[in-house]
């Protein structure tokens, strides 16, 4: 039998039509298929390639770079810059925020081209991570340099592709999280909305249990007396462990290493990256009827970034138990 699916081209040009929106964004989303096809053909075959490896360098965070991390960054940069429609890309792997088209450029792209670095080695699931915002045409703002730190809610757009899974998920500004699956041509179809589940016995929980010591005390009196209630899940890279809260609901969770035996070791500020991590996520979550809030309890989507590779806690996922740990954090 035939199986007509709608392809993610189709869907996309069918929303910008429905909004009446324009067609820069639909050339911005076609870069961003094509990166993200050409990361999972590097990835696919990088062991057999020797491509899983570490690069010899060390980035800015002082981690070691590994050669997927400098392929995934650079084939990301060339899509964006060729698309013409960004003004200017952060990303993880670059200290420097990357200009593109200064003068033509529409969008502001925030990106993690390979997220999940420990799995890589073993050719396990990574994630390629972006937000998008828009420029201020209207500008009140001094110039495009000065404008690119925006918060989460001024995202048009966030996603994250499940590297090899052949699995993507765009969330639209209110206009719902949506998956997309990579069929045998490698073109992502069938448009499937994303909706967290309402039933408390598929939700999981997903953090770092060997850090559970180094939490906040609130958090871990919140984990002793609720860890017994959910299934315990985490594959140690955000996107796939996001990818299966979106299904089954629940949190997950990187709060503020506050109580390491090694004060050096302690990170307040969190792990995870405000821009192209932490604000990604909490779109998705949203438009699939979640939250994600921060150490202090504050809605992620609200917060103003000061720099562009600031870090910040998370607790993201199923709204009543956002809400649930929230009233713990805020006491
Ligand atoms: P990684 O350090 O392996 O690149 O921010 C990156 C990230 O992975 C996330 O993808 C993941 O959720 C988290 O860090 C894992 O951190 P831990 O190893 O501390 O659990």
């Known amino acids: 039998m035939v199986q007509f699916e709608q392809t993610f081209r189709n869907f996309i040009m069918r929303h910008q039509e429905n909004y009446n929106r324009s067609y820069h964004f639909l050339i911005l989303m076609d870069a961003i298929i094509t990166a993200a096809t050409r990361i999972e053909l590097y990835y696919r075959t990088g062991a057999l390639k020797d491509n899983l490896g570490a690069s010899g360098s060390t980035n800015v965070h002082g981690e070691k770079v590994l050669q997927m991390d400098e392929i995934a960054h650079n084939i990301v940069v060339h899509y964006l810059n060729s698309s013409e429609r960004v003004i200017q890309a952060v990303s993880e792997e670059s200290e420097e925020i990357i200009t593109m088209n200064k003068d033509g450029g529409r969008y502001f792209v ?16 990574v994630g390629f991570m972006f937000g998008i915002a828009k420029r201020n045409f209207e500008g009140n703002i001094q110039g495009p340099e000065d404008f690119h730190l925006r918060a989460g809610n001024e995202f048009i757009a966030s996603g994250m592709f499940v590297i090899p899974t052949g699995m993507f998920t765009l969330a639209l500004h209110d206009a719902g999280c949506w998956r997309f699956h990579a069929d045998e041509t490698n073109t992502y179809v069938k448009p499937t909305r994303i909706m967290l589940p309402e039933d408390t016995k598929k939700w999981e929980l997903s953090f770092n249990s060997a850090n559970t010591y180094t939490f906040g005390d609130n958090v ?20 796939g462990d996001f990818h299966r809260l979106l299904t089954n609901g629940g949190m997950f ?5 506050v109580n390491h035996p090694d004060e050096k070791k302690n990170r307040p500020q969190g792990k995870l990256r405000l821009m192209y991590e932490a604000s990604v996520v909490a779109m998705m979550c949203k438009e699939a009827g979640g939250a994600a809030v921060n150490e202090e309890g504050d809605s992620i989507l609200d917060i103003n970034p000061e720099k562009h590779h600031q870090r910040t806690t998370l607790y993201v996922g199923s709204k009543p138990m956002i809400e649930d740990i929230t009233k713990i954090l805020k006491k």
């Open 110 to 125: 925030y990106f993690d081209p390979l997220d999940g670095s420990s799995n890589v080695a073993h050719g396990l699931p």
């Open 220 to 239: 871990q009196e919140w984990i002793r007396e609720n860890e017994k209630k959910f299934t315990f899940r985490y594959l140690g890279a955000l996107a």
């Open 253 to 257: 969770m990187y709060p503020a290493i």
